[in-house]
């Protein structure tokens, strides 16, 4: 009985290990398409809750490039038809978008609104001083406006209250 529970112990840590390096890989993977330039990000920390995207500089003096954090850490009750929309945002050092991606949700309409690439592209280089408004700069898609509304309202509390943290006002475009 003790050897059956100590080989099932192994087994479940090397499993959780393997789980967890690839979960790494997948968040690495991710804050790499958020910041094309970065060189390397730090852990999660801070309040609230974020990842830094350093590049190599001259000199190869490392430089912070922008900021990473996911919706769900920033505005927690916020809430789609079905429950949280997590969304990992990358934004640069002037409040400018620089990715969406989609991590997870259960919103029943998620795949022909907030899954498509095309949500995502909206958030291109978009500054957080524009509206962030549904139908206006921020495209409906009928019977998903919830999910679309409640996903692009994360999307720009988190960043603008990233940037009234961590940026100069006078920096943010």
Known sequence: MLIRFAVSAVIFLATFSVSGQA???????RLNQLFDEASFFSAKEGNPP???????????????????????DL????????GPIQVLVGMDMS???TRIIVVDHNEPYG???VDLPEYAVQFLEKSIRER??????????????????????AIRNGARRMAR???????VR
């Open 23 to 29: 979960q790494d890989g997948i968040l690495q993977t």
């Open 132 to 153: 962030f408004r549904v139908g206006d700069d921020i495209d409906a898609v009928s019977t998903a406006t919830l999910t679309v509304t409640s996903a692009t309202r």
């Open 111 to 113: 795949n022909f609104s």
């Open 165 to 171: 943290q961590f940026l100069d006002p006078e920096d």
């Open 75 to 82: 505005e927690p009750l916020e809430r789609g038809y079905d």
């Open 50 to 72: 974020h990842f830094k995207a350093y590049a190599d500089g001259k000199g190869g003096e490392p430089f912070l490039l922008g900021f990473a954090f996911y919706t769900t």
């Open 95 to 97: 409040g400018v978008i």
